[in-house]
């Protein structure tokens, strides 16, 4: 009997629905605003450039990159994730398909962008060496993944044992392990974001608690973000 290919649970409006709407709480709020300034950061994103966002989901992070004057493509292979992003009022081109086999050639991006991405996908190591692939000489790479030594990877854990949903199947990289997957590719810099807990416990001092994190203990903020130079 043949295998029956697991059903994308990014498939479902309601995902798309939720995802977008986590950003309109208040601590959806501040995990963004501090997870845009160490992306960023790293990122170092200018206008004119071509910038390819991998796993664009609802396209959250290429309609903010559009803003800041970039040239950008969103891929996903979710559709209904793309029908939630193509409705946003931004300038982005969206396509659907494999983020293990990108439709591009090499070189084609000046940055190229996947945040919660790799956790989901079958093989990460494919996915960053399309990545890689795609990126142009003196391009840059950056890529946020949840860290599984935060508390907000096993409440995700806790969550989806009780009610399902994407996080079931979701897989958790811890520091070395990323830091490992990267260094194939490039040289690597990296940091991790959001130290308040998922509860929102410490959002009232979230931006001291990010300052002293990142400083003193990178490698316990719920979100880890890697840059790769080529």
Known sequence: MRAVEP??????????????????????????????ALVYRLAAPRPGERALDVGTGTGHWACDLAARGLTVVGIDASEAMLQAARVKDCRV???????????????????VLSVTVLEFVRDPVRVLSEMARVTAPGGRIVVGVLNARSSWARARTREA?????????????????????????????????????????GLLVADLLESLGQRFARGHGALLVGRVER
């Open 161 to 201: 044992q009780q009610r399902g949903g994407p996080f079931a199947s979701a897989r958790f990289f811890a520091p070395d392990e990323f830091v490992q997957l990267l260094r194939r590719y490039g040289p690597t810099e990296w940091s991790s974001s959001v130290f308040i807990g998922p509860s929102g416990r």
């Open 7 to 36: 059903i994308n649970p990014f498939e479902h409006p309601a995902v798309a629905a939720a995802y977008d709407g986590w950003y309109a709480t208040p601590l959806g709020q501040v995990s963004d605003r501090l997870e845009k």
């Open 93 to 111: 081109t969206w396509r659907h398909g494999d983020v293990e086999e990108l439709p591009f050639p090499d070189g084609a991006f000046d940055l």
